[in-house]
């Protein structure tokens, strides 16, 4: 009889493959994804006695109602010296009548408006850029009308990381309804804070994210992605930050969260957007991270693998390859689900096991998809008049 303890060639070959890719998946969660977690601890940021002065851009299209519900906590912030600067572009509903009344009460408010009829622009980054030259500060702090910041130290928490060499402070929007979208915002939040925190910043969130004007026209604005309708934010920063420029702010008090998503087809759009932008960064970091997918579906084939060849076989490989996931899902989980809260987003542990599965495949749609559109993620084709 065949004895159950030794592995024949084929079962051993398996058998080291899952080991080592449980390895490697390990790795990721307990260096790069755990790395947040850790520094947390560590993080003595003190607010310094000198607060800068601040300009708040908001970027608002067809968003009354995001204006009405949202833009009074960014007008209430306990900060000495800041202003609001609502960019309007193009809306046709009620923001300005918003924008008017709030402006009674509020003398550092101020909106402007860009025409409907403006061509072969990115007109989110026109936008943006006429927000930045009307900015009176050095520090502008950038967010979006469907967000809203979680404090009213909002503004402190992330201005107090400036010092002579920082020129940029990347923060965190939480998303916490639609179970697939916060997963994927938590994935996406942890790999940027992650990376910055090891010198090596590659993304910002435009929901949450400073930098100075002077930093801004240094690198000519969005001048490098001007043709592309997305990349005010990752290109950005993926072009103009450092490890010696850049600082990251994750506390809970400096964390925006982001209003309910009414349409998945809408957050469809923005992945899309982003996909677009990916093809131009510089660096490794987005390889290093799809890396971590892929080695994840390596290592759930090579486990299912195990698992019916030990069921026909050696008994004792199944158990190997069913011991190996468990651990390594109990350690995913568990590390995802302190993230989130450190976050300040709902946890998403329950559905982690479908999760996981579907997001890889959906963002390879999303790039397949994206393929087939190409030419829409530019701000004109070559050739018009």
């Known amino acids: 009889m065949k004895d159950l303890f030794i592995f024949n060639n084929i079962e051993l070959i398996l058998a080291a493959t899952t080991a080592g890719l449980f390895i490697i998946q390990l790795l990721y969660y307990l260096v790069t994804y755990a790395r947040p977690l850790k520094e947390s601890k560590r993080n003595n940021t003190e607010k310094k006695e000198a607060q800068p002065a601040v300009s708040v851009i908001v970027y608002a299209k067809n968003e009354s109602e995001n204006l009405r519900r949202h833009l009074p906590s960014l007008l209430t912030q306990d900060y000495p010296e800041y202003e609001v600067i609502v960019v309007n572009d193009g809306s046709t509903d009620e923001s300005d009548e918003v924008l008017k009344k709030l402006k009674n009460n509020n003398k550092h408010l ?15 980054k026109l936008a943006l850029t006429v927000g930045i030259k009307a900015a ?50 938590l994935m996406s939040g942890l790999q940027y804070i992650s990376s910055a925190l090891t010198r090596h910043p590659y993304v910002g969130n435009g ?54 998503i009414e349409r998945f087809s809408m957050w469809k759009e923005m992945k899309v957007s982003r996909a677009a932008t990916h093809r131009h960064y510089k660096g490794g970091a987005l390889t290093f991270y799809r890396m971590e997918s892929m080695s994840y579906f390596l290592f759930f084939l090579a486990v299912v693998a195990a698992i019916v060849l030990g069921i026909y076989g050696n ?39 479908f999760l996981e599965l579907i997001l890889p495949l959906f963002n390879l749609y999303v790039r397949i998809y994206r393929t087939f559109r190409g030419k829409n993620d530019y701000t004109f084709r070559l050739g018009n008049k």
């Open 136 to 185: 009176k500060h050095e520090i502008l702090l950038f967010t979006e009308a469907n967000c809203e910041p979680m404090s009213k130290n909002w503004i402190s928490t992330m201005a107090r990381n400036y010092n002579k060499e920082t020129s940029i402070v990347l923060g965190f929007c939480a998303y916490g309804n639609h179970k697939l979208v916060a997963y994927d915002n």
């Open 207 to 260: 929901r949450n994210l400073s930098y100075k004007k002077d930093l801004f026209f240094a690198h000519k604005g969005y001048y490098k992605s001007l043709s592309l309708h997305a990349g005010d934010d990752d290109l950005f920063i993926n072009e103009s930050a450092n490890g010696k420029n850049t600082r990251v702010e994750y506390t809970p008090e400096s964390i925006t969260e982001m209003a309910k």
């Open 315 to 353: 008994w004792l490989l199944s158990v190997l390859a069913g011991l190996l996931y468990i651990t390594r899902f109990a350690v995913k989980a568990t590390i995802l689900h302190k993230s989130a809260h450190l976050l300040q987003q709902k946890p998403v542990t329950g559905w982690l096991f």
């Open 110 to 124: 101020y909106h402007t408006y860009i025409p409907e009829d403006v061509k072969y622009l990115s007109r989110k």
